[in-house]
């Protein structure tokens, strides 16, 4: 098979701070990489605007119009798929990196990684190239959701979300740059309103890409990230304790 399972990365070709980030990648993106103290870092593509340090990150925000998608008819062994688009994919290999599910059967339940794919107008049938072949065959009454790579343009976690949260920046990545955001441990972040020592963190909805404090089964409640490891005053950069990964 193309793709392999190993380790994360145990030497890193690019330093956690690299004013601006990397122009051209050091590592697979979403690369797993652990700090002898215990603080866990992802390698991330930034696009369409540049990442801040202490602001939480979200992963590209979903497409619903590239879910549900008729599959083509393939055969097993296929390493390639050709699926009409139900919206534009304006950026070449967004998908890469990400997974192409099988939501309804004949095929039901596989994930095939998405290797690379072109750009395409909307409605347009593109073709997908995948690290793996295909396991089941599919015919006209299978369907595919196409899924992005989370680390593969994050984005500023916006007041409503529209993807999943994916860790904190710690330093500058330019826009259309590459570098490391922290998914677990200790790290400084921005809190709307006060937040209090030991209560659960979550997104805000509020201020982009900053955290709030809830009670776990809150009405409120949105995705929980980690928890406030000392108070911080609102509007303030803080302890925060990821747990994203």
């Given at each position: ?71 083509p008819i393939a055969a097993i062994g296929a390493t390639s798929l050709t699926v009409a688009l139900g919206g534009t994919l304006a950026q070449l290999n967004e998908y890469a990196g990400g997974l192409a599910i099988i ?143």
């Open positions: 098979m193309a793709t392999q399972l190993s380790g994360q990365a145990q030497v890193t070709g690019a330093p956690l701070f690299a004013s601006g980030g990397d122009t051209s990648p050091q590592h697979v993106v979403g690369q797993r990489v652990e700090a002898n103290d215990g603080r866990v870092f992802r390698y991330v593509f930034a696009t369409p605007t540049a990442l801040v340090a202490g602001k939480l990150q979200q992963s590209p925000a979903e497409k619903t119009d590239h879910q549900n998608l008729t599959a939501s309804v059967t004949p095929g039901v339940g596989y994930s095939y990684r998405i290797k690379s794919h072109p750009a395409a107008a909307a409605s347009a049938d593109i073709i997908l190239a995948l690290e793996d072949p295909i396991e089941v065959a599919l015919t006209a009454t299978s369907r595919i959701d196409l899924v992005h790579n989370p680390y593969n343009g994050v984005i500023v976690h916006p007041t409503t979300a529209t993807g999943c949260p994916v860790g904190v920046a710690v330093d500058v990545i330019s826009a259309g740059s590459y570098g490391w955001i922290q998914s677990q441990g200790p790290v400084g972040c921005l809190a709307a309103g006060a937040l209090t020592v030991g209560r659960n963190a979550q997104a805000s909805n509020a201020i982009a890409g900053a955290v709030q404090t809830t009670d776990l089964y809150a009405a409120t409640t949105r995705c929980i990230v980690g928890y406030a490891q000392t108070g911080v005053a609102d509007t303030e950069y803080g302890a925060v304790y990821l747990t994203l990964d």
